[in-house]
């Protein structure tokens, strides 16, 4: 088993079951969809990942229990094992009750669309009240907006370039981020995960 593991990044640290979702870029082929003790996605954006190399480690270090398998294994001289396509920790991670304000989580709650007119792409952010007319930097005064709406409202007011917010902009909660992020789905999805990925979702009649 000691081959399958050489190269292989699963941290010994605390934060070792949290670290994919800080790099992303990190994944190679085959990845683990990682859920939490609850059996829930510890984080559907980023989509909470891991490289199989990690999940096979960690699997084999038992932080882990392997729900589900791709059909391709790999190999070592004494052992054979098929790629773990979902995990559990054993170990529940409590979410954050806090969400930090960032670019990122002020996009995703603003679901990537400028505020003003909707489109999505080329997005900045804006200060509903200017910063020149006494605006501050707060979830309640900045928004999503495209590069156009950003040029044309400036430092002047809602009223005066005739611009209506799409929705009142209010600090998220970590729950509402969360189910924010399964409407953005990767670009890819194994059919192992999605019994784990929307298992909560209502049912349709």
């Not at 979702?21 to 085959?30: S, V, Y």
């Not at 920790?89 to 954050?96: N, T």
């Not at 370039?161 to 409407?183: C, D, E, S, Y």
Request: proline share 7%.
């Amino acid at each position: 088993m000691s081959a399958l593991l050489q190269g292989a990044s699963v941290g010994t640290g605390p934060d070792f079951r949290t670290e994919f979702t800080r790099d992303p870029a990190g994944l190679r082929h085959f990845p683990a969809l990682v859920l939490n003790a609850d059996y829930r996605p510890l984080s559907y954006y980023p989509l909470s990942l891991w490289p199989w190399q990690d999940a096979v480690k960690a699997a084999f270090l038992e932080r882990v229990t392997i729900v589900s398998e791709y059909e391709e294994v790999v190999r070592s001289p004494t052992t054979t094992i098929r790629i773990p396509s979902v995990v559990v920790l054993k170990d529940y991670v409590a979410p954050q009750r806090r969400v930090a304000f960032t670019r990122f989580n002020l996009f995703l709650r603003d679901e990537f669309a400028c505020q003003y007119c909707g489109s999505r792409g080329d997005l900045t952010f804006d200060h509903v009240v200017p910063r020149a007319r006494g605006g501050v930097t707060s979830w309640e005064n900045v928004v999503a907006a495209c590069g156009r709406c950003n040029l044309r409202k400036g430092s002047k007011s809602l009223r005066q370039v005739g611009f209506h917010l799409r929705r009142t902009p209010k600090q998220p909660a970590a729950a509402q981020l969360m189910n924010l992020g399964r409407k953005f789905p990767p670009n890819h999805l194994h059919e192992s995960w999605m019994d784990y990925l929307y298992w909560d979702a209502e049912l349709e009649a």
